[in-house]
């Protein structure tokens, strides 16, 4: 009889803990799925931010170069002027 009522009781306790224990399962599950996704939208992001950094740095330097190119332009139209006064003279 001991042994009958300590086997229903074991097994009632492993009934009540099957609930928990398919939790469990879905956590674990949830948990993957969130590594994976941390895994997967991590480099692209990084990814993205390069490409926007490098794309301002671009910007930046094609900026640069026209007004390099305009101060150029105006110093040696300023150098041309300043010769031809000085040729006329």
Same mark, same amino acid.
């Given at each position: ?7 229903? &009781? ?8 099957m %609930? #928990? &224990? ?9 948990? =993957? ?9 991590? %480099?692209? /992001?990084?990814?993205?931010?390069? #490409?926007?950094? /490098?794309q ?11 007004? @390099?190119?305009?101060? /150029?332009?105006?110093? @040696?139209? =300023?150098? /041309?002027? &300043? ?7």
């Amino acid at each position: 009889m001991r042994r009958r009522g300590l086997r229903i &009781a074991l097994a009632s306790l492993l009934v009540a803990l099957m %609930p #928990f &224990a398919l939790k469990q399962y879905v956590v674990q599950e949830y948990l =993957l799925a969130l590594i994976v996704m941390v895994l997967v939208s991590v %480099p692209l /992001l990084l990814v993205l931010v390069a #490409f926007v950094l /490098l794309q301002e740095g671009v910007r930046r330097a094609l900026r640069g170069l026209k007004t @390099s190119m305009a101060q /150029l332009t105006v110093w @040696s139209r =300023l150098h /041309l002027r &300043a010769s031809r006064l000085r040729a006329r003279l």
